[in-house]
């Protein structure tokens, strides 16, 4: 009379026949929770802002949203490709110091951009567009100031149509520069930079 059959294999590697299949199962399950992991990991809700690449040496934007209505939660992200190209538009050669934008984020709406950028001449370029819901009106100005070192500085302001809205240029020279009035005011004065 024979006995009980075995599997040999199984015997010279230290498994039981029997023990075979329940560590199959615990790793066809252990498989299965990583599959599952990965995919409910990679399918997560990420932030509700859509990004748009633009080359841009970002230093460190500001800690929290500006302008930021109270109450509603609010996003950073990269300055537009368009607002960079105005910026180089007006000030040819500028070198992109860095840029950000608040969005609303219930809408999407951008309701504040900043761009900075160096000339070859050595101005430091600001552009700052914002649009703050519910906000005051804006009076349009243009002036030039110079602090106690001698550095200059030229602010252009125009109003946007809605209370809150404005694009203002700030381009600050060392002293003795000439500032590139008509260049800030073409650039401040662009229609597609309004927001709101």
């Known amino acids: 009379m024979e006995g009980p059959k075995t599997d040999r294999s199984a015997v010279s590697a230290g498994v039981r026949p029997s023990a075979r299949w329940p560590l199959a199962a615990a790793v066809a399950v252990a498989v299965a929770v990583l599959v599952a992991g990965t995919l409910l990991w990679s399918g997560r809700p990420r932030n509700q ?3 748009v690449p633009v080359t841009v040496a970002v230093s ?3 800690q929290r949203a500006l302008d930021c209505p109270d109450g509603i939660e609010c996003f950073l992200g990269p300055a537009q490709p368009s607002t960079v190209a105005l910026v180089r538009q007006d000030f040819p050669g500028a070198r992109l110091r860095d840029g ?6 219930t809408t999407g709406e951008t309701v504040r951009e900043t761009v900075r950028a160096d000339t070859p001449s050595g101005l430091v370029i600001t552009l700052q567009a914002r649009c703050v819901p ?3 009106p804006v009076a349009a100005s243009t002036r030039t100031s110079s602090d106690r070192g001698g550095r200059r500085q030229l602010l252009v302001v125009v109003p946007g149509d809605a209370g809150g ?5 700030v381009v600050e020279g060392p002293a003795g520069t000439s500032l590139p009035e008509a260049a800030a005011t073409a650039l401040a004065s662009a229609s597609s930079l309004q927001l709101g």
Do not use: D, N
């Open 60 to 62: 460190t934007p500001p």
């Open 100 to 105: 950000w934008r608040t969005i609303l984020g």
């Open 165 to 169: 809205c404005s694009v203002a240029v």
């Open 49 to 51: 802002v859509q990004t």
């Open 134 to 136: 519910g906000g005051s």
